[in-house]
Nanobody, 119 residues
Framework: QVQLVESGGGLVQPGGSLRLSCAAS????????MGWYRQAPGKQRELVAT???????NYADSANGRFTISRDNAKNTVYLQMNSLKPEDTAVYYC?????????????WGQGTQVTVSS
């Protein structure tokens, strides 16, 4: 059974930093593209950042320059370093593992971790 377990969320003041972690019980973790998504109350889930199996990264405009996604294949873990946090970053953050080839796609999701940015 595949599990993605997020950690590192919490309450932080505007301008502060948090580091999210996602530990994945995936065999062949290194071949999965990993990503972070978030969902604020009343809004749709949105992409924050992704990192490919080869290490290529992609960021939402809102995250570019402030957030950094990275992965440690030896630990089956993906990270999201978030700096200069703003109140609008408040959301539940979800970890995603995706494997795709042609028309085939398989996704796994974590249970989410709450990030609240408030003074």
């Amino acid at each position: 059974q595949v599990q993605l377990v997020e950690s590192g969320g919490g309450l932080v003041q505007p301008g502060g930093s948090l580091r999210l972690s996602c530990a994945a019980s995936l065999s062949a973790f290194s071949i999965y593209a990993m990503g972070w998504y978030r969902q604020a109350p009343g809004k749709q889930r949105e992409l924050v950042a992704t990192i490919s199996s080869g290490g290529r990264t992609n960021y939402a405009d809102s995250a570019n320059g402030r957030f950094t996604i990275s992965r440690d294949n030896a630990k089956n873990t993906v990270y999201l370093q978030m700096n200069s946090l703003k109140p609008e970053d408040t959301a539940v953050y979800y970890c995603n593992a995706a494997l795709s080839s042609g028309s085939f796609r398989r996704d796994y999701w974590g249970q989410g971790t709450q990030v609240t940015v408030s003074s």
